[in-house]
């Protein structure tokens, strides 16, 4: 199976990145040693060449610290012992089959997830659907982007993205809605960045946020938490009323518009209407309107801030109505595009991964249950949808399901009521999980089986992104321990549940070629996906494999590049369906105990729950601890302080997080990371507060706008930790620990004085080679342990309003000879010469710090970006630092006027 | 016609007051320096180096012969002072000769301290010095004799210090539980101690000695508790006392030292006191610094120049090579004071800071000293130091605002 895997390669392996939907194209070359040297594949079409700062930075997660090695069983005393593969197999076998003897096929459920390769995912699914009997798959991806395939199956009639990047390259007009593209989709970013600066290409920022993406925008529409609906309702009625319906367009291929038109009108009949649905000026709506109207090449991209909603259906139909309305849809540089979060979920997508799917972007219908059940043999087919990952927890904490089977994913962090969620698992009769890590918070919650799976770089199969190509994610280091690729793990399962025939395959290609195959079966054009092309795929050709964009039917291996300019929609009547939209309103408003909205999204530098992003120093330079944006008007309000802790509570649960004022963060908002969890913080699981609200069509939950308190919380004194990772903190400490240069850090802060910290860090450390630095009346001790002439570890630290600073003693700390003469300087927490004065992150991948860029301005006030990047490299990579570095210079010159 | 000054002693005291007075007014007066020792004026500060064969006899000089002829300087040694008469205002020397003086200086210095210990007769019980006293040691510790020395202070860590670098069996006796107690805190006297038998010398604490066993020579050291130390050589340095004999036997008031006021005048306005011998409002220096500020004051007065002396604040240099210890002001924090500390004791490092209302009121440095002068200025200064005050342990250069 692991026949494409160069155990001591020199040359590079053409794989494909795994993190965010971009889908770029990697080239990593093994250096023998377990790591890899990482690139980006000049030849993908969807980076070219381009890697953004998290996939360079891939080389450094690829260690095996954290990793799962051995199959795992919870024994009496819930601790894990390792069993053979066969012994672990056979259990979860035997569990399987209790449970579904006791309580039916449907008292099972598999949670899966975007971080799958598709085969992965079909044979899950299909083992689930075709023979167990259950209909109950679903996968992260339902927090990720169920809105947009609602959406889009509600009004195209299939889940089919019309277009493809080169639209961003050749668009007039790029309008990006809910969507921090410059931090989470950084190469797409550039991509736009380019057109508009080559071909003056204007963009339009919608999001209540004002991100790094606005920095770059023609136009920043900061609208009201909920109301993009009514924002593209109003833009409808002004393309009707302006003449500007394609109505020939309509005519032929489009259902429901006079509905959907007159829907329109009463929700935003007028500019005033609008502007005060949106909080937005007339003017600026006006302008929006017009740009968009007179500029045929368009192309509306929308992420998170449109999916994770409650109407986030509703969102993705107003956006397709006016698409489908001016016919500027699957045309070169215009059509409504779906901007993935995760690298396959459109792969997940495929195959069926999620609840109300069955397979292959068939639905329920008799005639799909009966054609899929004649394709795989399957001997009891789930009947109906099956409970979206919302409602599947609720079934797990009620007992109607009794036994889940989690694959590559975390969902005690990123679900909402994360914390309800966690305590649910831990009720299972029957809990497996398939991981890569040892150690995460669902894994917490005690699974009876950890099965280890194999992770990026060991994997093998394909992926889908955003703009429908397939591409091959190709292994390029062994497996490591007893790790086995997931769908092996699945098939394993299906043999011992006595589906041996159905689930015999010699290698994931096999795997491909069947989900091809049934993504041709019985389909005479009616069904989009459809990749027949690959049905009758050779190991050989499967490993050649290159980049292709669905549909790829029988005859047109080549792919498609857009779909739907001349219609042919994928429904009975070959008409795309507009929708009527229900009144824009958030699922549930604030009130005098709950004052805020609460958003959550991601931050530039890590990735979901920063299991692989957690692990590189670089990446955790930027954005160091969990922190909570606020704007400062707010702040003032709720007397928070920048730098300061705040407590944020909703009905559900609460974290604490560091206080950044934010002006971009719209008053009455306050936003806050997703990534930390238990593993790296000791109170920022952020899922633990947000709402389960849904969307009633996808049943995607409103994670952006939980109604939420904040209250400042306030320590004795802060500090910081260098190695020692197990030396415990005093109850009640705050802390968040970080990936630093030679191990890892902890940043705290604390209720304890200087002597209790003392007393603290002399039992960990003892004396032998301790320097110390104590002055009590300051509330301040500093030491470090010097063993074998190297900073063994360090702790520092100081009252609350004088927090120490960590880069010296951290460059310190990553040098493993320390210079004697530093010993005592080391206490200090300076150097002199300010090299390791570097201040937090900005350029992530060439590692470039705030001072050296401040420095880098401060020469001149005619210092541009660019001269920033031919001076220190910093944005000459991903280009994602940019706005952020833009935005230093911008403050230099109002500081230095020059 | 110069008028006659007469300076008594030849230490560096005198050095410096010549030095200084020669760059101020040179030629107002027919100087002469009138000194026991029969040798050119030297560092006395260099004797332990010079033991311990750090250094050559000539290093230690303080000006060659030609720089006293070049200031027309008469030097009179090798021939100690009898008596001053004050109404005739001269001095007499051992050979007869009279001096008449229109000002006289005393900087006689001071002797070492020698308890009548019983047995302290025997030949091979010294004292630590002068040249002589060295070489004498030298001579022991070169063939390993078996040394005690009594005395855990500066001089008597100093003298074991040259004695072990010498050669000698050293055996460091000291009366009460800390060396240099009235210089060091517990903690720094740990360090001092450790760092001293690193060096090979056997430190006893709280050994108070009752006196020297021994025939024809001294054979060792009887504690009190009985015990007895083998020894070929006791060095005595517990101390030294104020040469006044002089000063007594002419009737002017002294009582450890000559009483000098703020002009470094004696009760008698043409007679002069500096350096070791002299005490200013009731502090006697045993070190080098007060002294050279008592002679920069003097000359500046005597050059006619209004100048005064305030009294100097106490800072400690041990001059032991690599065993560095430095202490000013307050090094034990009394009642209201804060202390900084920071300590790397496995690299024998120890720095402590008494701090008051903000300003800093002594450190003790041991291991390291550098930043001493430093600290000695804010002590002096008085200026506040909170803005520095966690940067204060890593020496002057970190003390700078904090960049941005």
């Given at each position: 199976m692991r026949h494409d895997a160069p155990l001591a390669a020199v040359a590079a392996t053409r794989t494909t990145c795994p993190y965010c939907g971009v889908g770029c194209g990697v080239l990593a070359t093994?250096?023998?040693?377990?790591?890899?040297?990482?690139?980006?594949?000049?030849?993908?079409?969807?980076?070219?060449?381009?890697?953004?700062?998290?996939?360079?930075?891939?080389?450094?997660?690829?260690?095996l610290g954290t990793r799962v090695l051995h199959p795992l069983k919870r024994n009496a005393r819930g601790a894990y012992i390792q069993v053979s593969w066969d012994e672990a197999l056979d259990a979860v076998a035997n569990g399987l089959w209790r449970v579904i003897d006791r309580h039916g096929p449907e008292a099972v459920a598999f949670y899966l997830s975007g971080q799958l390769l598709t085969e992965d995912y079909y044979v899950a699914n299909k083992l689930m659907k075709g023979f167990i009997g259950s209909p109950h798959v679903d996968t992260n991806s339902r927090l990720c982007m169920a809105s947009t395939v609602a959406g889009h199956r509600r009004v195209l009639g299939s889940d089919t993205v019309p277009g493809n990047y080169e639209d961003l390259d050749s668009a007039d007009l790029i309008v990006l809605v809910g969507s921090n593209t410059a931090w989470c989709h950084p190469v797409l970013f550039r991509r736009i960045q380019q057109n508009r600066a080559e071909r003056g290409a204007k963009v339009v920022v919608i999001d209540p946020r004002v991100t790094a993406t606005a920095e770059d925008a023609d136009l920043v529409l900061a609208l009201k938490p909920g109301s993009d609906s009514a924002l593209f309702a109003g833009l409808l009625v002004h393309l009707a009323d302006?003449?500007?319906?394609?109505?020939?367009?309509?005519?032929?291929?489009?259902?429901?518009?006079?509905?959907?038109?007159?829907?329109?009108?009463?929700?935003?009949?007028?500019?005033?209407?609008?502007?005060?649905?949106?909080?937005?000026?007339?003017?600026?709506?006006?302008?929006?309107?017009?740009?968009?109207?007179?500029?045929?090449?368009?192309?509306?991209?929308?992420?998170?801030?449109?999916?994770?909603?409650?109407?986030?259906?509703?969102?993705?139909?107003?956006?397709?109505?006016?698409?489908?309305?001016?016919?500027?849809?699957?045309?070169p540089g215009s059509g409504p595009f779906s901007l993935t979060g995760q690298p396959n979920a459109m792969g997940g997508r495929e195959v069926g991964g999620l609840a109300n799917m069955l397979a292959a972007h068939m639905g329920y219908s008799p005639a799909e249950i009966d054609r899929v059940q004649r394709f795989w043999r399957a001997p009891r087919m789930a009947q109906a949808e099956g409970l979206k990952a919302v409602a599947m927890?609720?079934?797990?904490?009620?007992?109607?399901?009794?036994?889940?089977?989690?694959?590559?994913?975390?969902?005690?962090?990123?679900?909402?009521?994360?914390?309800?969620?966690?305590?649910?698992?831990?009720?299972?009769?029957?809990?497996?999980?398939?991981?890569?890590?040892?150690?995460?918070?669902?894994?917490?919650?005690?699974?009876?089986?950890?099965?280890?799976a194999a992770a990026w770089g060991e994997k093998d199969g394909t992926v889908t992104n955003s703009e429908r190509r397939i591409s091959r994610q190709r292994g390029f280091l062994p497996l490591?321990?007893?790790?086995?690729?997931?769908?092996?793990?699945?098939?394993?399962?299906?043999?011992?549940?006595?589906?041996?025939?159905?689930?015999?395959?010699?290698?994931?290609h096999q795997i491909y070629a069947e989900h091809a195959a049934l993504s041709a079966f019985e389909n005479e054009g009616d069904r989009d996906f459809d990749i027949g092309a690959h049905a009758a795929l050779t190991r050989r050709a499967y490993d050649t494999?290159?980049?292709?964009?669905?549909?790829?039917?029988?005859?047109?291996?080549?792919?498609?590049?857009?779909?739907?300019?001349?219609?042919?929609?994928?429904?009975?009547?070959?008409?795309?369906m507009m929708q009527p939209l229900a009144m824009p309103v958030l699922a549930v408003s604030t009130s005098e105990a709950f004052p805020l909205l609460l958003n959550t999204g991601r931050v530039r530098d890590h990735w979901h729950t920063m299991t692989r992003t957690g692990l590189s120093s670089r990446l955790s330079a930027h954005?160091?601890?969990?922190?909570?944006?606020?704007?400062?008007?707010d702040a003032e309000r709720f007397a928070l302080t920048d730098g300061g802790f705040a407590r944020i509570a909703t009905a559900h649960g609460a974290v604490v997080l560091k206080v950044a004022l934010d002006a971009g963060t719209q008053k009455g908002s306050i936003f806050a990371p997703i990534h930390w969890s238990a593993e790296n913080a000791s109170d920022a699981r952020i899922g633990a507060a947000v709402q389960p609200s849904v969307d009633p069509f996808s049943g995607q939950p409103e994670l952006k706008a939980t109604p939420a308190a904040i209250a400042p919380i306030s320590f004795r004194s802060r500090g910081f930790l260098l190695g020692a990772d197990d030396v415990v903190l005093p109850a009640d400490s705050w802390w968040t620990r970080v990936a630093v240069e030679g191990g890892q850090g902890r940043l705290f802060a604390t209720h304890a004085d200087a002597e209790e910290i003392m007393r603290l860090a002399r039992a960990a450390f003892g004396s032998d080679g301790l320097i110390e630095m104590v002055d009590a009346e300051r509330g301040l001790y500093r030491c470090a342990l010097v063993r074998d002439g190297r900073l063994a570890a360090a702790l520092f630290l100081g009252p609350d309003h004088d927090a120490p600073v960590w880069d010296a003693v951290k460059s310190a700390f990553a040098s493993d000879a320390l210079d004697p003469r530093q010993r005592l300087a080391l206490l200090s927490g300076r150097s002199l010469d300010g090299a390791a004065d570097q201040g937090p992150t900005v350029c992530a991948c060439f590692g470039v710090g705030l001072n050296a860029i401040r420095a880098a301005f401060a020469e001149g006030a005619t210092i541009t970006v660019e001269d920033i990047g031919r001076k220190l490299k910093a944005g000459t990579n991903c280009g994602s630092c940019l706005p952020e570095i833009r935005r230093i210079g911008a403050q230099q010159r109002v500081e230095v006027p020059a | 016609m110069a008028e006659p000054l007469v300076i008594v002693g030849?230490?560096?005291?005198?050095?410096?007051?010549?030095?200084?007075?020669?760059?101020?007014?040179?030629?107002?007066?027919?100087?002469?320096?009138?000194?026991?020792?029969?040798?050119?004026?030297?560092?006395?500060?260099?004797?332990?180096?010079?033991?311990?064969?750090e250094i050559g006899e000539p290093e230690i000089e303080l000006k060659p012969a030609a720089w006293w002829q070049a200031r027309g300087v008469s030097m009179l040694y090798g021939k100690p002072v009898t008596g001053i008469d004050r109404a005739a205002k001269s001095v007499t020397l051992a050979d007869g000769l009279t001096l008449p003086y229109g000002k006289l200086v005393l900087a006689t210095g001071s002797k070492p301290l020698r308890p009548p210990f019983p047995g302290g007769d025997l030949p091979g019980v010294a004292t630590f010095r002068d040249t002589a006293d060295v070489e004498a040691m030298r001579a022991y510790a070169e063939r390993g004799a078996r040394v005690v020395v009594i005395g855990g202070g500066l001089l008597g860590l100093e003298a074991a210090y040259g004695l072990a670098r010498a050669g000698g069996q050293v055996t460091l006796l000291h009366l009460v539980d800390r060396l240099m107690e009235r210089q060091l805190d517990a903690e720094g006297a740990v360090l001092l101690a450790a760092a001293m038998a690193q060096r090979g010398i056997t430190v006893r604490l709280n050994a108070s000695t009752k006196g020297f066993v021994g025939k024809d020579k001294v054979e060792a050291v009887e504690l009190a508790d009985g015990t007895q130390i083998p020894a070929d050589l006791v060095v005595i340095a517990i101390g030294v006392r104020p040469n006044i004999d002089l000063a007594d036997a002419a009737g002017l008031k002294a009582n450890r030292g000559i009483v000098v006021d703020d002009h470094l005048a004696s009760e008698d306005p043409a007679i002069f006191a500096i350096g070791e011998c002299a005490e200013h409002r009731g502090q006697v220096y045993g070190l080098v610094e007060p002294a050279y500020e008592q002679a920069r004051v003097l000359a500046a007065r005597l050059a006619g120049r209004e100048a005064s002396y305030g009294g100097s604040l106490l800072s400690t240099n041990l001059k032991v090579s690599g065993v560095g210890v430095f202490s000013a002001g307050e090094f034990e924090a009394g009642e209201g004071a804060q202390i900084m500390v920071l300590r790397d004791p496995s690299a024998g490092i120890y720095r402590k800071f008494v701090l008051r209302d903000g300003r800093l009121a002594g450190c003790v440095l041991v291991g390291d000293t550098t930043g001493a002068l430093f600290y000695l200025g804010l002590i002096r200064s008085q200026q506040d130091i909170s803005p520095i005050r966690a940067d204060l342990p890593f020496g002057e250069a970190y003390c700078t605002p904090r960049a941005a």
């Open positions: 093994p250096d023998g040693r377990g790591g890899a040297a990482i690139a980006g594949d000049p030849d993908h079409p969807a980076n070219r060449g381009r890697l953004c700062s998290k996939g360079s930075a891939l080389g450094e997660t690829l260690g302006a003449g500007l319906v394609d109505r020939a367009y309509v005519e032929r291929h489009v259902a429901g518009f006079d509905a959907a038109l007159a829907n329109a009108r009463e929700i935003a009949p007028g500019l005033a209407e609008v502007a005060a649905l949106t909080g937005l000026p007339q003017a600026d709506i006006a302008s929006f309107y017009a740009l968009w109207a007179e500029t045929p090449a368009v192309v509306t991209a929308w992420s998170q801030g449109v999916n994770q909603s409650a109407q986030g259906t509703d969102k993705v139909a107003a956006i397709l109505h006016c698409h489908l309305a001016t016919g500027r849809i699957g045309r927890m609720d079934a797990v904490a009620d007992g109607r399901l009794k036994a889940m089977w989690v694959m590559a994913t975390n969902p005690a962090v990123s679900l909402p009521r994360a914390d309800a969620v966690q305590a649910a698992l831990r009720g299972l009769d029957l809990f497996i999980v398939s991981e890569n890590v040892l150690s995460n918070d669902t894994l917490a919650a005690g699974p009876d089986f950890i099965l280890p490591p321990g007893q790790v086995k690729p997931d769908w092996w793990i699945v098939c394993e399962i299906a043999r011992r549940l006595g589906f041996a025939n159905a689930f015999a395959y010699a290698g994931a494999l290159a980049p292709v964009q669905w549909p790829a039917p029988v005859g047109k291996s080549e792919g498609t590049a857009r779909l739907f300019a001349e219609g042919g929609f994928f429904t009975a009547d070959r008409k795309a954005i160091a601890e969990p922190t909570v944006l606020v704007h400062p008007d | 030849k230490g560096m005291a005198a050095t410096r007051l010549v030095d200084e007075l020669s760059q101020r007014a040179l030629g107002r007066y027919s100087i002469a320096v009138i000194g026991a020792e029969p040798r050119l004026a030297y560092n006395r500060v260099l004797l332990s180096p010079l033991l311990a064969g």
